[in-house]
């Protein structure tokens, strides 16, 4: 039997290394918060090979005193933080005191720096978990970190990082979320000798506009609100601006970037009337708020936090966004081209439900969309073949005649219930399909009357549970498309390409990159339709950049595969023959809870034949 036995300090810096150090993203990450912690106004990136050969940060920051050096590599030391009341209202970026020591028991590790007391600066040199001694070096006051040949001592943990260019562009964007937090600082990127950013100081809206474009600020509105010690800030765009993918949403708390599942619900609610659900909002947003009222010591990235009154920012998030929206959109004109007023709700809905404007007035007229299928009289043919099944004697179909003692003779009272065949509601409760309604509703008759499905939101559900089955299962059918289907990506589209094929192939999807820029679906699940290739190669491309592949496929599964059920269901104004919606409601009796769409939204409605009579006052 083994005994236990203290680990040696350099595995459990490996080991610390595994969750603070995933990637060289993760060490820039690192680095840049220490360069801002120091309240360096300069700050300039060196990478080689996507940060894995050579990572170097520079900044002007205070500095570090020579007798500090070799403290700064140790674990768990730091200068941010020294009670557990400090730990309970961090103000700083970094605090735990784990990132250098982490990166020198991986990676050869160089810290040069200079305070302001300093006559020349020192450098100190750590590999393998140790530390060299302390030497006179030329530098200017600040800090210059080094980390080369990352996971060098490590050859296991080498091998799961990506391509050159997918690490790249993990380090970019981590590059590009410091900069966005703090456009007072000067900042700039190389990549193999080649500069990408250079960002000199800037106020907020300039330096949005250098990293996310021009078109992003003019189709954005500003978003300002205090209350006591709350202050939200920042630009949100308009719905004129949405965004197919998640890739323009940006939330910083106190300078740091972060991904929280209650500010997220609070920005869509803020949307939802505003915003077709297909789509995402593009923001950058400040919330700035006591330290103490939000712990940000929940993971070693601390990308996650806790509030403590988590309704209470909810609330406040939602309404300071929302009227920001709102009072925007009503003090614009009505023929602005930039900045046109979203439709409410209603409009929307009046859109997508096939009303459009029919004249120059200001009502809104149906929109002539025939009442009928591509198959004329394919109902009626259904009711003959019933009656012919009746009349051989078959048991799968039944007749109910409905008596009726309004009609004025015998011989129409025959005719009205020759007319009236009903089948029997233990067969298919759904009916049979009459006819499309505005492209939108199929209207069947089933034994108890009138039946109407909305087709999008029923299909919806269909395809989402048969997504789910065979995703749990294992077997996704896929379907190889026989010309691919090229789109221009970003280049973290390209890494997660890259760094993702495994989970992509769980998925149904064959994505390959073609270029730096360019993506091509090969084969995606064969329930999708193929029209919608590249929007659903992005949106699982997304959840798999922002989340990861763990994630994605465990906690966030239902969302990510409602998306593309989303996707993949039948649209308003798309015309179906008889045997088509048929064919809805067959599967919509043999789907788990079909009566509801993925959104909690009901599917169908029965109108009952008494319901019928009384609309009508039949009988009275």
């Excluded at 700064?72 to 784990?98: N, Y």
């Excluded at 659900?277 to 103490?292: G, K, N, S, T, Y």
Aim: glycine share 6%.
């Amino acid at each position: 039997m083994s005994s236990i036995h203290l680990l040696p300090d350099l595995l459990i810096n490996q080991i610390a290394a595994g969750e603070v150090i995933e990637r060289p993203a993760s060490a820039l990450k690192e680095l840049l918060e220490n360069s801002l912690d120091a309240d360096a106004t300069e700050i300039a990136v060196q990478l080689e090979n996507g940060g894995i050969k050579l990572l170097r940060v520079r900044d002007n920051g205070s500095g570090i005193a020579k007798e500090q050096l070799p403290l700064a590599l140790m674990r768990h030391a730091t200068s941010k933080i020294a009670s557990l009341e400090d730990l309970q209202k961090v103000a700083s970026m970094g605090f735990r005191g784990e990132a250098l020591a982490s990166m020198a028991a991986v990676a050869q590790v160089t810290l040069t720096s200079r305070n302001a007391e300093a006559e020349h600066a020192w450098k100190i040199e750590a590999a393998d978990g140790t530390q060299g001694t302390a030497a006179p070096a030329a530098h200017a006051h600040g800090t210059t970190i080094e980390m080369r040949e990352l996971y060098f001592n490590t050859p296991a943990r080498r091998k799961f990082l990506k391509s050159e260019s997918t690490e790249f562009a993990w380090c970019e964007e981590t590059f590009k979320r410091i900069a966005l937090s703090r456009p007072d600082v000067a900042f700039s990127l190389q990549h193999n000798g080649k500069m990408v950013w250079q960002l000199p100081r800037h106020d907020l809206a300039q330096r949005i506009t250098a990293i996310l474009g021009p078109e992003f600020g003019q189709h954005a509105v500003n978003v300002e609100r205090q209350i006591g010690p709350l202050h939200l800030y920042g630009i949100a765009a308009l719905p004129a601006y949405s965004r197919s993918t998640r890739d323009e949403q940006y939330f910083f708390i106190n300078g740091r970037f972060v991904r929280d599942k209650v500010l997220m619900h609070a920005v869509r609610q803020a949307y939802q009337d505003i915003l077709h659900h297909q789509r995402h909002p593009a923001f950058v947003l400040f919330l700035a708020m006591p330290p103490e009222q939000v712990d940000v010591n929940v993971h070693p990235a601390k990308s996650e936090v806790r509030f403590r009154e988590s309704q209470g920012i909810h609330q406040f998030v939602f309404h300071a966004l929302q009227d920001a929206l709102s009072a925007t959109m009503s003090n614009e004109s009505p023929d602005s081209s930039l900045r046109r007023r979203p439709e409410s709700s209603s409009s929307i809905n009046a859109l997508d439900s096939g009303l459009r404007r029919n004249d120059g007035s200001t009502g809104f007229g149906q929109q002539h969309i025939p009442f009928t299928a591509a198959q004329p009289q394919a109902a009626y043919k259904l009711w003959e073949e019933a009656a012919v099944a009746r009349e051989q004697g078959a048991d799968n179909v039944g007749w109910v005649e409905r008596s009726d003692t309004h009609q004025p003779s015998s011989q129409a009272n025959d005719g009205y219930r020759s007319a009236q065949p009903i089948l029997q509601q233990s067969e298919h409760p759904l009916g049979f399909a009459l006819g499309q309604l505005s492209g939108i509703y199929i209207l069947a008759q089933n034994q108890q009357g009138l039946i109407v499905v909305d087709m999008h939101a029923a299909h919806e559900r269909i395809v989402y549970e048969r997504l789910k089955t065979a995703f749990d299962a294992q077997q996704m059918p896929t379907q190889p498309l026989l010309i691919p289907v090229t789109f221009a990506a970003e280049a973290l589209d390209i890494a997660t390409v890259e760094e993702e094929q495994e989970a992509l192939k769980q998925l149904g999807f064959d994505i390959a990159p073609l270029s730096t820029h360019t993506l091509a679906v090969r084969a995606m699940p064969a329930m999708l339709k193929q029209s919608h290739a590249e929007t659903a190669a992005r949106e699982v491309l997304h959840e798999l950049r922002d989340f990861g592949a763990s994630r994605a496929l465990t906690e966030r599964r239902n969302e990510l595969l409602a998306t593309l059920a989303c996707h993949s269901a039948v649209r308003a104004n798309q015309q179906l023959s008889i045997p088509e919606m048929n064919a809805i409601l067959r599967e919509m009796e043999q789907t788990e809870r079909a009566d509801q769409c993925n959104h909690g939204r009901p599917t169908w409605f029965q109108v009952t034949l008494a319901e019928l009579d009384a609309m009508f006052m039949r009988g009275k």
